[in-house]
């Protein structure tokens, strides 16, 4: 038999065939855009995912017939809000998870339901990318069509109801609205009330491997998929994501190395960082939470770096050559750990976690006539691993101790970048030989909840096996000195970083 996983990406739907051994069989990836209307705004149309969604599944069905389908999960974007009225028509563009408008309605809601009380129930502080604030913003400037809804969706759950004609959602995607109880697994009824909302715009919440629904005879004959197929739950992209990498019991913690960066960790039991600097939300392991921090620039510093320093090796790359980023960092070997003292704050979009701050901004510290470019190179990799790490020593102060960390985004191709991870937090890294991202946890939880395995952790032991593992070496005592030294500059900062965003703002 063979599963499905449908991941609704921003501006792509990725679609994976596998079958019962875990291997992946065909892939789909339709393109589709988003739009920006209005600065911090961003918007997409359902109706495109809808339509890439139907010819991603035609395409996996050239490969196998539809009745060799067990089953199909679905994944995506998070913090979406796809307003439905009573005939199930979509009432405007969905208001996306990147979509930052909503900054005073976030605090309107803090102030009617409570700081402390917010972060008890939903685990997290209210952010603009998450969903209430789209819903009280929709409701303070489009009473019309507000009066109209009937249902709030997030994006893999429009698809769903499409697919299926039901209307259905996980509890790791609810997570992500501020309108979950995250303890709880179900509904805030208070938060709804306070927020005088109703419970029916809410889909049924499950948990990530519940069959929930079925493929409709309308949608079979739109995509060639049987009737009756069960469409399990499913996941946020970001919990997926780690079923995808093996993340699905305590102990285990995954780094994503993309252009933001991404520390995820399981956790037996709810736990909320008293300060609301991680996310709390339940993960799409049954029973289980997981806690995360987001670095905005992490290979997205390498990047910028690259871009900007690294001239002479693009030069070689595009003539032939070596690729530029195995250039910068074969001399960043070179350079002795710690960089000599050189130490690079890779604050270049703001921050998020451990510092929620949009003015905080890149910097090289400690230069010196002995600094080199193969220091420059060193210090943005380590800046890096050491904002990485600072997520990590917050989820350690709550109970989370890793045995092991395991690496994946495009950072992750560089043997330094991993040894510098490893000695940075005193842990083994490993790679694992699943690359596939969300859509492939999507269909590993569709394996599960039809039956083909028992758990989602036997599942990701039969699929995914290391390939990989750095262990720390001497250079993690270097680190151990230099890393208190990165923690104190920011604050050391701060404030100067709001006072050069307040002199820079009437010219920009």
């Not at 990725?14 to 069989?25: E, M, Q, R, S, W």
């Not at 709810?270 to 995360?292: D, I, Q, S, T």
């Not at 991993?418 to 005193?426: P, R, W």
Request: aromatic share 8%; proline share 5%.
């Amino acid at each position: 038999m063979y599963y499905i996983g449908i991941d609704v990406g921003t501006s792509s739907v990725k679609a994976l065939l596998i079958n019962g051994d875990g291997k992946v069989i065909n892939a789909a990836n339709p393109v589709y855009s988003f739009q920006t209307p209005k600065p911090l705004w961003a918007e997409g149309n359902p109706l495109d995912w809808w339509d890439a969604t139907q010819t991603a599944i035609k395409k996996l069905l050239v490969t196998v017939q539809s009745h060799e389908i067990a089953g199909i999960g679905l994944t995506g974007q998070m913090h979406g809000m796809v307003a439905l009225n009573k005939d199930g028509n979509v009432l405007r563009p969905c208001i996306m998870w990147n979509d930052q408008r909503s900054h005073l309605e976030c605090d309107e809601i803090t102030q009617k339901v409570g700081y402390e009380n917010l972060l008890k129930i939903t685990g997290n502080p209210v952010l603009p990318g998450f969903t209430s604030p789209k819903i009280l913003w929709t409701q303070k400037n489009e009473s019309d069509l507000f009066s109209s809804i009937d249902k709030i969706l997030l994006p893999k759950d429009f698809i769903r109801y499409k697919l299926t004609g039901e209307f259905y959602s996980d509890v790791s995607d609810a997570s992500g609205t501020s309108l979950l109880d995250v303890g709880k697994r179900s509904w805030s009824s208070e938060i709804l009330e306070i927020m005088g909302w109703s419970m029916s715009w809410m889909p049924e919440v499950t948990e990530s491997t519940e069959p929930s629904s079925k493929i409709s005879s309308e949608t079979s004959k739109l995509t060639g998929l049987k009737a009756g197929t069960p469409v399990v739950a499913g996941g946020g992209d970001c919990a997926a994501q780690a079923v995808g990498s093996g993340i699905v019991k305590e102990g285990k913690v995954s780094v994503t190395l993309g252009t933001s960066g991404v520390v995820f960790a399981q956790s037996d039991k709810y736990r909320v960082e008293p300060n609301g600097k991680l996310h709390a939300f339940c993960h799409a392991v049954p029973g289980k939470w997981h806690l995360m921090g987001v670095m905005l620039s992490a290979a997205g510093s390498f990047q910028w770096y690259k871009n900007q320093f690294g001239l002479e090796e693009q030069k070689i790359e595009n003539n032939g050559g070596a690729n530029a980023y195995e250039l910068l960092t074969q001399e960043a070997t070179q350079a002795k750990a710690g960089s000599e003292g050189l130490f690079f704050l890779p604050y270049l979009s703001g921050e998020r976690t451990p510092h929620p701050d949009p003015y905080a901004r890149g910097c090289f510290i400690g230069m010196s006539l002995r600094h080199q470019k193969k220091h420059l190179t060193r210090a943005v990799l380590e800046g890096v691993s050491y904002g990485l790490n600072d997520s990590l020593s917050l989820m350690k102060k709550l109970g989370v101790n890793p045995s092991e960390i395991v690496l994946s985004g495009g950072g992750s191709r560089s043997g330094l970048w991993k040894q510098i991870l490893a000695d940075v937090f005193t842990t083994p890294c490993t790679m694992v030989n699943a690359l596939e991202g969300a859509a492939y946890g999507a269909a590993i939880l569709a394996a599960v909840g039809v039956g083909g395995f028992a758990t989602v952790e036997d599942a990701c032991k039969a699929f995914i096996q290391k390939t990989e593992t750095i262990n720390p070496g001497l250079e993690q005592e270097i680190y151990n000195q230099y890393y208190p030294i990165y923690k104190s500059l920011y604050p050391s900062l701060q404030n100067q970083f709001t006072q050069i965003a307040e002199t820079i703002s009437p010219n920009t």
